[in-house]
């Protein structure tokens, strides 16, 4: 039986394809690039080109859906995350990436019905990395069903933080003490810039956690139900549940290592996103 999910899924998957072709077709072609909250936060031409694409084409289908995208909030409009089916929209995370020319970029589109995750769907079309989720059945790559790793001890652990484009002195310092406690205890950090591929790799199993302050909505609501489906957790850095609009995440494959992670690191409280 086809159900509204699998509707809008259908079509949300063929817009994500479609403005995946513009991504990949520029990523390494000249760009206009503008700055936004400070001189290292970008956007480009097709992060505003992609949103658009993306909303236009799902208000067509379904006309009393929401939104919540990271361009059309950086143009003024406030977010707001009501029981109304609410795609949440990061039409290239990695914007730095992309105008570097680093292919670590995706497109992530979240659904949430009742403020709850039913579709996740985060694209690199650039290495062809297709992550899908729908609600109760499984997360998978490129068609192919994918599990999170079975890590449960730090020290066994490779884990993911970013440092974001945030200058602030408090944060940096944060992120610095933080840097210092995990080189030791971890076999391995990396940081390549782009929070959904971050998410995507926690639920492949390549990296067995990831967390991140002053992330906002866009850039996690795909991941955390990717994640969850599957099979890890998705929590606040500091414990309790996670909230989409809190701009903070912690994920991991096993509970047990969210717990030693959340023990051990430095905690940042971002403003929340609305
Ligand atoms: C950014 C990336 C980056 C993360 C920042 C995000 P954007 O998203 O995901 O990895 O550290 O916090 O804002 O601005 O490229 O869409």
Redesign the pocket.
Known sequence: MTTDVDKFYDVVLKLTKEAGKLVKERVWEQKTVETKSCDI?FVTETDKEVEKLLINGLLKEFPDHKFIG?ETTDSGVKPDLTCAPTWII?P?????NFVHGYPCVCISIGLLIGKVPQIGIIYNPVLEQLFTAKKGQGAFLNGKKIKVSSTTELAKSLITF????SRDPEKMAVMAENVKILTPSVQGIRSV????W?MAMVALGGSDSYF?F???A??MAAGDIIIREAGGVVIDPAGGPFDVMSRRLLCAGTSELAEQLMNVIKQYYPPRDA
């Open positions: 936060d990271e990061d290239v995370d990695g914007t730095m970013e440092f974001g484009t810039g782009s929070a959904a971050n991140e002053g992330l906002h866009w850039d």
